[in-house]
């Protein structure tokens, strides 16, 4: 057909088919004897937010041959975490699907063309919508593709397939930090630059571990001349907390607690910046009147911090003669009090003035590798470019700029995640496309979703792996392209636009996810809409168009080839920027805020409160322990779909589950170091290898996220405000497995 053979003749690329990677091909510099490097290109890692450059070495044929860090990229400095150094591993993994694969009659996968697996996609899920409504299809997506493919995937459903409920598994990790930087600045706009890192006097870490889960962030804390001290709030003594100058050890879920007790402290002492809260917030009043409520006595009781404890962490804020900054990531996100837990960490700035100024902020620290991207323009929360789904006169500008008509924009905002799960198990949503996120193994309580499967008429996944826990649930497999094997932008924790290159061809029959979404379109009927959205270069002008005048402009951005030479580039960087930089490269570390001016009408921040909740569920005598979650190792990433194709990072990482245990509950329970243990909660149990040390408090357990049981442990409670799951907090018990013992 016309269509489909123009469209993969043009989205192939300039790559040769002659080079088949390997499993075993690449792993920490290392080059297969049979490949010869000959030129070098630069590119954006696809693991985390970091963002970090990698240089990848590239043989005659244009193919990858190995890589080594970036010594000149403002990010990373010439440094790379394990990850970067295995980036190229997950693209010659033995499992990758190289064909569209539709399950049978007989319940087995079947290889087909692209036509037919086109076809039947555009057909079944055409059925879905004549029995159930136009609604009742749903897409999550993912925070693992470049910003053009968010764009044109949002763009695609909403506006060309007449789909309404669109998240992504940003919801997973970021929602909370753009719910709250948007309440409180009035746009989702992280204040600052990774050279905060080094200019500081006092980084305080709240529900941050980046020494494993942001290694390349914690070298550049550790390199800082300025000898800061480095604070850390978290249950457990993590590795971060083990280098840091002081660590507070506070009661799982108090944080909210902890952050009012201190702007209490701060407020006494008399540390409040009034000429800064006077020119450039609202609400204080209400605020400093809320946090009389919450004295040491009240703080202590909850926290379990002693009142010398409490005093000495107010008066290391309370210097303003000090620069200091605040930090966090999942420990702070995925709570059930989440967003307003975020807010405390952001009053805590405004009190005290520390934002705008180097070493200061309150700064989020973004998971996925294009979080931000997805944040801005995934077509989920927001309209893209931070526009609104509400305001017909925010529709009526993204239609002009797209050339589309206003109707098909829709008016009102996607389901959440956690509501479009709902939805399945009500019957409203009956067919699902999922697009490089495994929600089988990572939605929480996953028990339910499994048991959900069934209420489905028609599951399509689109992935780089056949092997999945959704993709073995699925009825049609679409094979993807992988980072490395693209090309398109993603956008850091620090608001740097980032070029991804293609050094590799996609085995077989697998394409881009760009290429996928434009084949559906033509094969859906609405094609012609999106024919300026050529390639992913040409979204890129396209999403430049709508930034203009928005918080998050680039329009002074020219192309792809300005992103390479500037070595990324932090937004905003406006038409006028440019022109006033006269030929200059932008400056490489620019933060938000140094003029006091916010994004919120009265251009002021807001002080945001509320007041403390109950953790959903406590401990108590049938389950008698507190499960914590988080980063296992700098070597594995998320579900480990791509770190566990690396035999370099499977030998950095423990063999199968572990579980942390505090000394004095393991003598109780007679569990010694290697000792198998099942865990239980109310929806389900797993095993894994016991580690007895005293990082977790006793009546505390921690197991590293990545292993694909420790979702059938977790309680599903969800943020109010930006619906995030809390992932780190639920009540188990454990027992001694009778088995062999295992050694981690």
């Not at 080059?31 to 985390?48: I, Q, W």
Request: proline share 6%.
């Amino acid at each position: 057909m016309k269509p489909l053979e123009n469209l993969l003749r043009a989205h192939e690329g300039p790559m040769t088919s002659e080079l088949v990677l390997r499993p075993g091909d690449f792993g920490l510099g290392r080059v297969p004897a049979r490949l010869k490097p000959v030129s070098t290109t630069n590119t954006v890692c696809g693991f985390c937010s970091t963002g970090c450059s990698l240089r990848v070495h590239l043989d005659a044929a244009g193919q990858a041959v190995n890589l080594t860090p970036d010594p000149d990229y403002p990010v990373n400095l010439g440094m790379a975490c394990p990850k970067g150094w295995e980036a190229l591993a997950p693209l010659a993994a033995a499992d990758r699907v190289t064909t569209p694969l539709l399950r049978a009659a007989g319940g087995r996968f079947a290889p087909v063309g692209w036509e037919q697996a086109l076809r039947t996609f555009c057909g079944r899920l055409k059925h879905v919508q004549a029995r159930h409504g136009p609604h009742s299809v749903a897409v999550l997506s993912t925070g693992q593709i470049v910003t053009e493919e968010m764009a044109l995937l949002g763009a695609l459903t909403k506006f060309g397939m007449g789909l309404l409920h669109l998240d992504s598994n940003t919801r997973q990790c970021m929602a909370t930090t753009h719910v709250a930087y948007k309440e409180s600045f009035g746009f989702d706009a992280p204040p600052f630059t990774y050279a905060d890192f080094e200019e500081s006097d006092v980084l305080v870490f709240i529900g941050a571990n980046p020494c494993i889960a942001h290694p390349i962030m914690w070298q550049r804390v550790m390199s800082s001349r300025r000898q800061p001290l480095v604070i850390v709030v978290d249950p457990r003594r993590t590795e971060t907390a083990m280098a840091a100058g002081r660590h507070y050890a506070i009661q799982p879920k108090s944080d909210l607690t902890l952050l009012y007790g201190l702007a209490h402290l701060l407020i006494n002492r008399g540390a409040a910046d009034e000429a800064f809260i006077r020119a450039s917030t609202d609400g204080y009043e209400a605020f400093a009147l809320h946090v009389r409520d919450f004295p040491p006595s009240r703080v202590c009781a909850a926290t379990g911090l002693t009142p010398e404890e409490l005093e000495q962490f107010a008066a290391a804020l309370a210097d303003r003669e000090k620069r200091v900054s605040y930090w966090w990531t999942m420990g702070v996100n995925q709570g059930h009090e989440s967003t307003r837990t975020a807010q405390a960490i952001i009053n805590l700035a405004l009190l005290t003035g520390q934002i705008g100024r180097p070493g200061t902020g309150p700064n989020s620290i973004t998971g996925q590798c294009n979080a931000m991207g997805s944040r801005l323009y995934g077509n989920a929360t927001s309209l893209l470019g931070g526009y609104d789904f509400a305001d017909a006169e925010h529709r009526a500008h993204v239609a002009r700029v797209l050339g589309l008509d206003a109707a098909l924009i829709p008016s009102a905002k996607s389901w959440a995640y956690d509501q479009i799960v709902d939805g399945i198990e009500s019957g409203q949503i009956r067919g699902l496309w999922v697009i490089a996120t495994d929600p089988a193994h990572s939605w929480i309580n996953q028990g339910r979703l499994a048991a959900l499967r069934s209420k489905l008429e028609f599951l399509v996944v689109q992935d780089m792996y056949a092997t999945t826990r959704t993709a073995q649930l699925a009825d049609l497999i679409l094979p993807a392209a992988g980072w490395g094997e693209k090309e398109g932008v993603l956008i850091n924790s620090e608001r740097r636009l980032g070029l991804v290159r293609k050094v590799a061809r996609a085995p077989g029959a697998a394409l881009s996810d760009f290429a996928i979404f434009k084949l559906i379109a033509e094969y859906w009927g609405c094609g012609k809409m999106f024919a300026r959205w050529s390639s992913p270069e040409a979204v890129f002008q396209l999403l430049k168009e709508l930034s203009r005048g928005q918080p998050c402009d680039f329009s002074g951005v020219r192309d792809y080839a300005h992103l390479a030479e500037a070595r990324g580039i932090q937004w905003p960087w406006t038409e006028a920027s440019e022109m006033a930089a006269s030929g200059r490269a932008p400056q490489r570390q620019r933060r938000l805020f140094a003029d006091g001016r916010f994004f919120t009408p009265r251009r002021r921040a807001r002080f945001v409160f509320d007041h403390p909740r109950p953790m959903p569920e406590e401990p108590d005598g049938s389950y008698p322990f507190l499960l914590l979650t988080g980063r296992g190792t700098s070597a594995q990433w998320h579900t480990g779909s791509r770190t566990d194709k690396s035999a370099v990072l499977r030998k950095l990482a423990p063999r199968g589950a572990i579980i942390e245990i505090n000394p004095v509950d393991a003598r109780r329970l007679v569990i010694r170091a290697g000792d198998r243990v099942l865990i239980q909660s109310r929806r389900g149990e797993m095993r894994a290898t016991a580690v007895v040390t005293p990082t977790v408090q006793a009546g505390q357990v921690f197991i590293p996220m990545h292993d694909d049981q420790v979702n059938r442990l977790t309680f599903a409670a969800f943020d109010p405000h930006s619906r995030q799951p809390s992932y780190k907090a639920c009540a188990v018990r454990l027992k001694r497995a009778i088995q062999e013992r295992r050694s981690t």
